[in-house]
């Protein structure tokens, strides 16, 4: 993998990994009598749902908008998008949706990485693609 | 001597630069709010994600969002009403906002946590969430608007605001955050596919809780009517329509016009659900209006009504307030700032339709919410303020700033803390055990009535036993207590937690008002008589063990599930004839 497209993938996770310590902190804080255990899966769960796939998708305007603005636009998409996508699957194949929804999060995680792929890396950076070598 | 002046005056301006820069002073200052935010929050939860019983819920509506969550996370069709809360008929379309219902369903599954407890967690966090990308966009401004803006917020924490988040506005929260995310969008919205967020945001929106989206497209509109004619684009095109041409290529307002038309139909996809019931839904509100029914279009919540809010509510802050809204005015009309254009049209459309109500009555609710739609009103004053002293402040502006930020942050925490709140006001763990009884052991097609409980006037409670229950109806009972005649016979009501819309056999969807029943039935038609055996009035506690015991004696029931507060008893003759009118001693 070249140089530049490490540095960019790391700090994409740097502002993710930023994002989950302190919203991990706030809430172990507040909820200083629960479990650890309870405080930890409830930030991964709205981590891997919802935050993760939107900022995923919200890759899309790399360079456009700035880091910050991004994750918040993700987090947007993410709360408004993974429901979405669940309440129309429930309507068209009536399943419940807890059957299938780690799999939309995953989906639009995959998403949102092939068209920062296709749409960001491999137009700037010539040669440049996910496959880890 | 001048010399030295000079040079005194150089050093204490150098410490005071180093000193700020030493500390990163955004930073210092967020984990100072931080701080603070966590005091507020310290009256909710007690400390704890995850409670025996739902927890800090204040009225009814909390719920009924719970039901819903249970609902998404234990059904497979989200489209239709279970018995539960449909007194067993069939074919009751859901009309419900889903969205905070599924978020809350997919955390409890992924937790192994109540979902009632997620209810709370998840106004809580979109609240903070939301005035964290107010606090952004107002950053993107200025450093010091957004700073100014951001102690309003913490009022959202203490009483009548917290309406929002322990009576019932979790849909109005959850939309709070696609609301706030969409101002960031209309920021960008002249950029690549931005125009598909805003289209997600407002979709999500619909589908959360449609109101707090028509405000924000109201804000749109007078966004986008500020600019052009501040550009004096109308004019311009009024007088030579040709330049649209250039102007859809050149001039960001129109681009942005043009990709927020562009965002539309991206909405209405995201609204398919609503689409068959939609002139049906219009109708019966429209029916309303005329009529000046439930829900007048233009009306005014008087300040004497309780548990809404007024501009005293605010304290100190309902001044800042009315000069932030003659500023934001102000910039609205002649500042040239596209951003800041966008969050005055922003506050002053959410402020104008919570104390109009232009969209129903039940507009005043986002009245609640205020503490974090009006934080650019208060910005916005107090940095009006802060600019018109900068100049004679020159080099010590910063330590200005700090300090008053600070005192704000001081006279908030000192006037607004909120106060401890109700942890079990209508459920408790003794009622919540015996729910989760009737859940494991009644079968799906039974009846189960729930008679008397001092704390039952929230009916929307039952239906997280998610069994199909019915009702003894309190004041009928009541009546009855004060005759002191035991009686069989109830007037019981089931109630549909839906908008009485179903589903007929052609697939068409028709309003029907006759769903919700009312019945005057014996206790034996039921199969489970659920009840409290304590009262705080002794004369219904002794009415109510009397009736429960009647039964055990001389209808066959016996006890099913009892704890310290509750009992279950199990009809084991269901329809056989009930005891005869007795006297009561």
Redesign the interface.
């Known amino acids: 993998m070249k140089k530049e497209n490490k540095k960019i993938i790391l700090d994409e996770l740097k502002m993710l990994g930023i994002a989950l310590l302190l919203f991990y902190a706030f809430f172990q804080i507040h909820y200083h009598k629960e479990n650890f255990f309870v405080v930890l899966k409830m930030v991964f769960a709205h981590f891997y749902l919802f935050i993760i796939p939107g900022y995923s998708l919200s890759l899309i305007f790399y360079e456009k908008i700035n880091k910050i603005e991004r994750l918040i636009i993700g987090v947007g998409i993410g709360y408004g998008l993974q429901p979405f996508l669940l309440y129309l699957i429930n309507a068209i194949v009536k399943v419940n949706i807890m059957k299938y929804n780690v799999f939309v999060s995953a989906a639009m995680i995959l998403l949102g990485l092939w068209l920062f792929n296709r749409s960001v890396l491999k137009e700037k950076i010539s040669g440049f693609s996910l496959d880890i070598e | 001597m001048g010399v030295e002046t000079v040079q005194k005056d150089d050093l204490e301006i150098k410490l005071n630069a180093g000193f700020l820069k030493k500390f990163n002073i955004v930073v210092v200052l967020l984990i100072v709010f ?1 701080i603070v935010l ?1 005091k507020f ?2 009256v909710y ?6 409670h025996p019983a739902p927890y800090n819920y204040l009225a009814g509506d909390m719920f009924a969002f719970s039901t819903y969550a249970e609902f ?8 239709v009403a279970p018995p539960y809360i449909s007194e067993g008929e069939e074919n009751i379309v859901i009309t419900f906002s ?2 905070g219902p ?2 809350s ?3 409890s ?5 109540e979902t009632y407890d997620f209810i709370i ?1 998840i106004n809580i ?2 609240i903070i ?1 939301s005035a964290l ?1 107010i606090f ?1 966009f107002l950053y993107k401004i200025d450093k010091k608007l957004a700073f100014f803006s951001l102690p309003l917020a913490l009022l959202v924490f203490k009483w009548p605001f917290l309406y929002t988040i322990t009576w019932g506005m979790h849909v109005s929260n ?1 939309n709070l ?2 609301v ?3 101002l ?2 209309l920021a ?1 919205l002249d ?4 125009f598909i ?1 805003l289209g ?2 407002n ?3 619909f ?2 809780h449609a109101r707090e989206t028509l405000m924000f497209n109201t804000a749109i509109a007078l966004y986008f009517f500020a600019r052009l004619l501040k550009e004096k684009i109308l004019v311009n095109l009024l007088k030579q329509p040709s330049l649209i041409k250039t102007y859809l290529h050149e001039n960001k307002t129109i681009i942005s016009l043009k990709n927020y038309l562009f965002s539309i139909p991206i909405m209405l996809l ?1 609204m ?2 609503y689409i068959p019931i939609l002139s049906i839904f219009l109708h019966t509100k429209s029916a309303a209006y005329v009529y000046g029914e439930s829900s007048n279009l233009i009306s005014w919540m008087p300040p004497w009504l309780p548990s809404h809010v007024w501009f005293k509510d605010f304290g100190f802050y309902q001044y800042i307030i009315f000069a932030g809204a003659i500023v934001a005015l102000f910039c609205l009309i002649f500042q040239k700032n596209r951003t800041l254009d966008i969050i005055a049209s922003f506050a002053i459309m959410f402020m104008f339709n919570g104390f109009f109500s232009v969209l129903g009555n039940k507009t005043t609710q986002i009245r609640h919410l205020f503490p974090i739609l009006l934080m650019p009103l208060v910005g916005l004053a107090l940095f009006f303020i802060y600019n018109s002293l900068k100049k004679p402040l020159k080099n010590k502006s910063e330590i200005v700033f700090v300090i008053l930020f600070v005192i704000m942050i001081y006279f908030t925490a000192a006037n607004h803390m909120p106060s401890p709140i109700s942890d079990y006001a209508f459920s408790d763990p003794y009622t919540w055990n015996a729910f989760t009884w009737v859940k494991n052991n009644v079968a799906d097609n039974e009846k189960v009535l729930i008679l008397y409980g001092d704390r039952h006037n929230q009916e929307t409670m039952f239906y997280m036993m998610r069994k199909v229950q019915f009702r003894a109806w309190p004041e009928e009972y009541l009546k009855k207590v004060s005759t002191n005649i035991l009686n069989s016979t109830l007037f019981t009501k089931g109630t549909i937690l839906a908008e009485n819309f179903r589903k007929t056999e052609s697939g068409e969807i028709t309003h029907d008002p006759a769903i919700t029943t009312w019945m005057n039935e014996t206790l034996c038609s039921y199969n489970y008589v659920y009840s409290d055996k304590l009262s705080s009035n002794s004369q219904i506690q002794k009415y109510t063990l009397a009736m429960l015991e009647k039964l055990i004696k001389e209808n066959n029931f016996s006890v099913a599930y009892q704890n310290e507060l509750v009992v279950v008893l199990k009809n084991n003759n269901v329809g056989g004839k009930c005891f005869e009118d007795e006297v009561l001693v």
């Open positions: 931080a966590l929050l310290s939860d007690g400390g704890m994600l995850s998404a996370k234990y059904e497979n069709d989200l489209t889903m969205i599924i978020i369903a997919q955390l599954q992924f937790t192994g946590v967690h966090l979109f969430l990308i952004q959850v955050l696609f706030a995310v969409s960031l969008c960008y950029k690549k596919y931005v967020v997600i945001m979709g999500a929106g589908l959360a995201m398919f659900r």
